[in-house]
């Protein structure tokens, strides 16, 4: 329930009918407001607008669009602690996490999370506002964020923004400013990056506490992609996926009584275990595995993939995900299965080829997201302005050379005693499978010392396991537990 509009501060509003389309460069709106989580009265500060980045010359090159929800009632004031959300892409808004998992208000969908008319926003009573205060940040060409133009009219290079290490560097800085704006360096720090974001919170932890000296208390990755697993190939990427397929085959199923008729989770660890022991070595042997040994993978991977051992034996084993989405249910409804969220199904022009048209979960989202988070930034946090919000922004060619975010992680974590890493994965998720993420987890610290701060959730969901409304729910509770967890309780930072 919105309670009413404070302030309106326009530094630097550039925007009118008889001027060029610009961006706002240094802009803040404050409206408060009131939500009920958990059966109590939350009070809080809604403030969305610009802040800007600089350069080593302290010149602006660009303002990213933000959202701050601070709670009021609470005691703690500037000492609660605040999270940092940034979504993935690279080149995705905001909105996702923003809209539809922790922020105080959620989309209006169905339960299993797709999407009703009219499109609208409504009460969310599980945001983890009560516990934490929450920055919703949007990278440069997501959102309304965008590059700002020097005094000759000249944008500053790509390069700045569009690449794994840029990106970091300069949203780092970013995040400094706001920590000073908004007197929050007492407050425990927590980064939380849904795919791409993993990769770019993970490269955050250490870029923030080497170069900006901002100590964290939690990583939180949501679906997060590691390029170093992720689109890679090869027998390690291809056994990864595996488990992903059991999940998927079962919830359409697609599985032999056996294994149908138990739970996913009482199945699940027998395909790990079948991924990581059998299935990757055979793969590793390439052309040169034993012809008795390849019909018994294959028999078995069929058994735990739902995929027709003849099907499996035509891709030499390797059986790439894509095709997965179109395979699984050709020879039944002849429907695809979505990527992001593979309880979607689609339909494509014919049942013949080797990937679906599109992707059937992302099209069904839009439906909801888009129509949502116009209406709500303009009409509930007051914010008008003629520029696009870009759910997905042209990042041009991504740099992803030189991507040292795991060891970045792990190195931050070594360093800082109190920072711990919690990650969250739906089963249902083909594009960066739970698999992969326990896997990318299990290589942060080779060393093994560290690995009693790290934790797992998994949900019977997809890539946005929170558009599910039991997961909405357990999701945003295992981030409170977390959060409780991580915080210091008066013990010193020591080993």
Known sequence: MKIHSTLLLLVCFTLSFSQDLKIPVDTTIVSNHSVTIKGKQIN???????????????????????????????????????????????????????IAYTGPKILIIDDEGYPTQP???????????????IVFI?????????????????LPDDKLFFGVNADIKYLASWMNTFTNRHNRWQSPKYIIGESYGGTRVMGLSLELQNNQWMYLNGVILVSPADYKVLRVGGPLSSSLNLPYYTAAAWYHNMLSPTLQNKDLLEILPEAEDFAINDLMPALAKGGFIGETEKNAIAKKMSYYSGVSEKVILQQNLDVPNRFFWKELLRNTTGETIGRLDSRYIGIDKVETGDRPDYSAELSSWLHSFTPAINYYIQN?????TDVKYNVFGNTGNWDRTNDDTRESLRQAMAQ??????????????????YFSAKYSQWQIDPSGKMKDRFSFKGYKSGHMMYLRNVDLITANDDLREFISHSLPKGKPAKY
């Open 44 to 98: 809080y500060k809604a403030e969305t607008g610009f802040q800007p980045v600089w350069d080593n010359e302290d010149k602006i090159i660009a303002s990213l669009y933000y959202t701050y929800y601070k709670r009021t009632n609470d005691t703690k004031g500037n000492n609660r602690p605040i999270i940092y959300s940034f979504n993935g892409g690279p080149g995705s808004a905001s909105l996702w996490m923003h």
């Open 119 to 133: 499109y609208g926003i409504k009460d969310n009573p599980n945001s983890i506002l009560d516990v934490a205060d």
């Open 138 to 154: 949007n990278p440069v060409n997501t959102g309304y964020s965008r590059k700002v133009a020097n005094e000759e009219g000249k």
């Open 380 to 384: 509930e946090l007051g914010f008008k």
């Open 416 to 433: 800082n005693p109190y920072l711990k890493v919690l990650t969250q994965s739906g089963y249902y998720d083909g594009a960066t499978t």
